[in-house]
């Protein structure tokens, strides 16, 4: 790979970088939104550095190109002292081939636009009840009471659903009715289908899945997106021992325009 490849990868990476954060967000379909700024300033340096490097090169081309043109001819021990020297630069500015995978980053942002993880990740994933801080700090019964009148609905995100449905002793959640938003899961089960959320700590390597199981509606298509109103089927016995915890529907709207894909 030449220095002017080299150069040209570079910015090419810095594109990809600046075209997921500045002309849209599809970045979020990969890491947090705080990282915006991170991938902005690298997408920056990434295109500045490529562009110095390709303009380098491209100086020390034309700068080449005159010292030949008014130069006077050489005997043919110079010149081939000169064809070594030239031989001896170019190798060195070659880079290993392998570089070029590089380039396999840019042409899965500006081909393939790899999609946020779904309904397989949240089917293949297992559903557990929270640990270390959530256990620590259970779910607040009077902040759910302030949040919306008894008989209003009140609008949690799934994380705080489940987390409230596992830790919450006082069981607040029992005959209130819920709004809950996320994407279809097939139940591999064969009972019901899952309405399902990643909650996403850094990028979607560790992203985890929030998900309630719901069998009184038939199964709309996989991976599409639902906002259902309803109740939390509260269980007997401990609630850290249940798998996945029920959700009866009551409404359900298709949304049209989904939202960030994690929590």
Request: proline letters at 7%; aromatic letters at 6%; one cysteine or more.
């Amino acid at each position: 790979m030449s220095r002017m490849a080299q150069g040209l990868v570079l910015v090419l990476l810095g594109a990809a970088a600046l075209s997921a954060t500045l002309a849209g967000d599809l970045y979020l379909n990969y890491v947090q939104a705080a990282f915006r700024p991170f991938l902005i300033t690298a997408g920056g340096v990434l295109v500045a550095l490529g562009a110095v490097v390709v303009a380098a090169d491209v100086r020390a081309a034309v700068r080449g190109d005159g010292a030949d043109d008014g130069g006077d001819p050489v005997e043919s021990g110079g010149q081939d002292h000169h064809d070594h020297g030239a031989a001896h630069g170019h190798d060195h500015a070659h880079g290993p081939g392998v570089a070029w995978l590089l380039l396999l980053p840019v042409i899965a942002v500006f081909a393939v636009s790899p999609p946020a993880l779904g309904a397989y990740t949240a089917a293949n994933a297992q559903s557990e009840p929270p640990s270390g801080a959530a256990l620590q700090e259970p779910a607040d019964a009077d902040a759910l009471a302030a949040s919306a009148p008894p008989e209003e609905p009140v609008e949690l995100k799934l994380r705080e659903f489940v987390v409230r449905a596992w830790t919450d002793e006082e069981r607040s959640l029992a005959g209130r009715t819920v709004r809950l938003t996320g994407f279809v899961v097939p139940n591999d089960s064969g009972e019901g289908w899952y309405l399902a959320r990643l909650q996403m700590a850094c990028c979607a390597a560790d992203a985890i899945v929030n998900r309630v199981l719901i069998t009184n509606e038939p199964a709309p298509q996989k991976d599409s997106w639902w906002t259902v109103e309803g109740q939390w089927v509260e269980p007997e016995g401990k609630l850290l021992e249940v798998r996945d915890h029920r959700f009866e529907v009551a409404q359900m709207t298709e949304v049209v325009n989904p939202p960030d894909p994690y929590e």
